[in-house]
């Protein structure tokens, strides 16, 4: 709804302070606009304190109309929470450890009003001032990512998913089955509810390994073989929690990956390439470069001169609009991967616009993406 308010041009009541400052006259915010449509004086009731009574004037809208429109606002609010509460679910509970066989165990920190979630080694929080040989936190999200991403990688490679998954003697068709029933799953898997997906990991995942430069995954085969043979259901009475697995029923995968800290925060560094990703698009990184090619339209359309005309069109500062514009010379391939929510991991808002080298090869080391031959950048041009 703001975003349709902002392209109507319609903006807030503009109004004058007694030292005539102006102020008002901008677009709709989205805290705004909630404030706006719970406010009960527009059915003819009046507030005091935290209670509303109904009031002397006389309303303006409908009753019907206002109780869609709460009924509306709260599923879109049951709607975030879930969302939330996704996002701030654990995978891997119980399933990581340290080359040690130091576990590490969900946790969470909160700075400046958002959360970060962690897997911490339980030896860190007995022993906080002890010897220091593991890992002692690594980024949930990142570890979650690198372990779903190698998981889809495996199940889609038909080659890998015959030679681990076949057993002596079987027919063609049974293997062809298997690898079918594989690259389905590999499919329905990034988009599985974080509850379902929860109980997957831990029906197919015997242990993840985080070594000093890899990841490495324990994956239960004949679970697995079940579950592809199941068409992809996973029943919680058969998880195998606790009990001894058969070394020969193990498959391991390995995920090159790097503990790196970047502006304060440890993440997880895999070489391009490495492990086909899964999108994971960053807004603000999209955003930028929509402003940015928006502005240089305008500039070659002869609608601005300067940054300080664009953002005076824009009502954004000038500092702003010269850090984002530089986005619109990125090299074809940088923006069809952060478009597809490719990019590098630590590639954030800041490190984008911060200083963009004009040459496309630069660009490319620059910010951590892969180096494309030149036949595929001519390719990228038409």
């Known amino acids: 709804m703001a975003v349709q308010l902002d392209r109507e041009k319609v903006r807030s009541k503009v109004w004058l302070t007694r030292t005539g400052a102006r102020l008002g006259g901008v677009a709709f915010a989205r805290g705004a606009l909630y404030a706006l449509l719970r406010n009960r004086l527009y059915i003819g009731e009046i507030r005091h304190r935290d ?11 409908p009753r019907d109309l206002w109780d869609n429109v709460q009924a509306h606002l709260n599923s879109n609010l049951r709607t975030r929470r879930k969302r939330a509460r996704d996002q701030a679910s654990s ?54 990512g690198r372990v779903t991403e190698k998981l889809v990688a495996f199940l889609k490679s038909d080659a890998q998913v015959f030679d681990r998954l076949r057993e002596e003697g079987e027919s063609p068709a049974i293997s062809r089955n298997l690898v079918a029933a594989a690259k389905k799953l590999a499919v329905r898997l990034p988009t599985l509810p ?37 068409s992809g259901r996973v029943q919680a009475a058969n998880l195998l929690r606790g009990k001894p697995t058969d070394v020969h029923n193990l498959i391991g995968l390995s995920i090159e990956a790097k503990r790196k800290r970047f502006g304060g925060e440890v993440h997880l560094v895999v070489p391009p390439n490495s492990t086909p990703a899964l999108a994971h698009p960053k807004p603000s990184l999209i955003k930028a470069i929509a402003r940015a090619y928006g502005w240089y339209e305008k500039v070659v359309q002869g609608n601005a001169f300067d940054m300080r005309s664009l953002a005076q069109q824009a009502r954004l500062t000038e500092r702003y609009v010269g850090k984002v514009f530089g986005s619109a010379f990125l090299a074809p391939d ?16 800041e490190k984008l616009c911060q200083e963009v080298p004009l040459s496309w090869a630069e660009q490319r ?13 001519k390719s990228l041009l038409q």
């Not at 929860?198 to 490495?216: F, G, M, P, S």
């Not at 940088?334 to 808002?349: A, T, V, Y």
């Not at 080391?365 to 950048?377: A, Y």
């Open 194 to 230: 974080s509850d379902d997906l929860r109980d997957l990991l831990a029906a197919l995942l015997q242990k993840v390994i985080i070594q000093e430069n890899c990841i490495e995954l324990l994956i239960r085969r004949k679970e697995l073989r079940q579950l592809l043979e199941g």
């Open 365 to 377: 080391e620059h910010f951590g993406f892969p180096l494309v031959s030149s036949q595929r950048s």
């Open 91 to 144: 995978l891997l509970t119980s399933l990581v450890e340290d080359a040690a066989g130091n576990r590490l165990t969900p946790s969470f920190t909160i700075k400046r009003g958002r959360r970060y979630r962690y897997y911490v080694s339980q030896l860190s929080i007995k022993s906080p001032g002890g010897e220091r040989n593991g890992p002692m936190r690594v980024p949930a999200y990142e570890l979650e």
């Open 334 to 349: 940088i923006i069809e991967s952060i478009l597809e929510g490719r990019q590098p991991h630590d590639l954030n808002f």
């Open 51 to 61: 209670q509303w009574y109904p009031g002397e004037h006389k309303g303006v809208l």
